[in-house]
């Protein structure tokens, strides 16, 4: 057997740590070739992190580590990091035109969700949000996911925040969604609990808040989460990778993967962690999808102390900088629908202004290095055909040994492809 892995994030390192283990207990022959193919020059994929020329680290996806529900993964990254920092989780939303006072900066901000932080609203707003959702229906089948929010937090509450916010985030309207996501996702408001707590005072409930403060974790010696995968990689044959070696095509009928100057690998399977709608052209096999996507941009801000209390990446570990006494960092995260166009220099302009008209920056906070990346290939969006299209796709591409895995999945439970 031969096992070709395109890319080398997290989900292609355990797809190849799980073949290697299967190698050294005897499980699979000893003479199984495995060849991972990663178009950048290091591994981690979305996950990585990234140093750039002045010296400031960036994660491209901050939001990987932490807790897991699956204890194999949870104990394998224990076993790659034996320090790590534990760091207050700070969440706030922006809801000045909901709240008191909208002149007062600490308040225009609410804990997140703002679902349960309804006892900061106006009175007005307070006492409309409290009673559409004590009268919402118990039990309903809904055909999207703008009917399930508005039956699930009220018509006022979807207005003013989870419609804005998750259009901005998810980049489409809250109709074309689907619901098949939401499950231990969006948390739904206790009734009970926010009559008790709308009585309360500002000042007692941002004492609750400090004490349900949720915390994690952050690797406290290594130069960005990234390096995990690095330290994971390390533990694998180094003939098992190839970088710098972007997929040209794939001939699923002759199973040839064909990387630069038209050189090409045999397989008998195909593990993909590359998006499976640019799979599905590579291949030829999906030259049409219905699958949707969204492109984001990170914009990172180095900038001189001192700094603001909040959970910025460089309070993550004293590593993140050139020089933590004298330097701290931001990281912003931007979505944008797939085809936008993307000015780099107006939007790191327009980021570090809105940072400053919102209080994340001060007159004393000078801008020292700006750092930008844009990632064409974001989030998939989960539309409401997306559950249909994937199974579809899946089935044609298995057809052919091709295993499309990582954020790709089939809809509800599967088998592990090795």
């Not at 055909?143 to 207005?159: A, C, H, I």
């Not at 095509?249 to 990387?259: E, G, L, S, W, Y």
């Not at 085809?339 to 008209?357: G, H, N």
């Amino acid at each position: 057997m031969k096992f070709v892995i395109i890319g080398s994030g997290p989900t292609a390192l355990g797809a190849a740590f799980r073949l290697y283990e299967l190698i050294e207990n005897g499980s699979i022959p000893s003479e199984t070739e495995v060849l991972i193919v990663e178009k950048e020059r290091d591994v981690g994929g979305l996950a990585r992190s990234v140093t750039d020329d002045r010296g400031f680290t960036w994660d491209l996806g901050v939001h990987i580590t932490g807790a897991s529900k699956y204890i194999k993964f949870t104990n394998t990254i224990n076993t790659l990091v034996d320090a790590w920092n534990v760091i207050p989780r700070r969440v706030k939303a922006y809801m000045a035109h909901v709240t008191e006072d909208g002149q007062n900066v600490v308040e225009d901000y609410v804990p997140y969700p703002v679902q349960n932080s309804i006892p900061y609203f106006k009175e007005e707003m307070k006492k409309r949000c409290l009673e559409e959702l004590s009268q919402l229906p118990t039990v309903v089948s809904h055909k999207n996911f703008g009917e399930f929010t508005r039956d699930t937090f009220g018509e006022s509450l979807q207005k003013e925040f989870i419609r804005p916010y998750n259009e901005k985030v998810w980049t489409v309207k809250l109709e074309e969604m689907n619901t098949a996501w939401v499950a231990n996702r969006v948390p739904r408001p206790e009734v009970g609990n926010l009559r008790r707590r709308c009585d309360l005072s500002i000042e007692q409930l941002q004492e609750e808040e400090n004490k349900e403060k949720q915390l994690f974790k952050y690797p406290k010696k290594l130069k960005g989460a990234g390096e995990m995968w690095r330290l994971l990689a390390s533990r694998l044959p180094a003939h098992w990778f190839k970088f710098n070696c972007e997929l040209q095509r794939v001939d699923p009928v002759q199973k040839k993967v064909f990387i630069r100057n038209n050189r090409y690998t045999t397989y008998s399977h195909l593990i993909s962690t590359m998006s499976i709608v640019e799979l599905g052209k590579a291949s030829g096999l999906l030259l049409e999808s219905k699958l949707k996507h969204s492109k984001v941009v990170l914009v990172g801000v180095g900038v001189r102390t001192p700094q603001p209390e909040c959970t910025f990446i460089s309070n993550f570990n004293e590593r993140l900088t050139p020089n933590p006494v004298l330097y701290w960092s931001m990281i912003c995260e931007i979505g944008l629908p797939a085809d936008a166009t993307v000015d780099e220099q107006e939007l790191i302009d327009k980021t570090i202004l809105d940072l400053r008209q919102h209080g994340l920056l001060d007159e004393e906070n000078q801008v020292i290095h700006r750092w930008i990346h844009v990632l064409p290939l974001g989030y998939p969006i989960p539309t409401v055909d997306r559950d249909e299209e994937l199974r579809t796709a899946h089935q044609t591409l298995e057809k052919h040994s091709i295993f499309s895995r990582g954020r790709s999945v089939y809809p509800g439970k599967q088998k592990n492809p090795v």
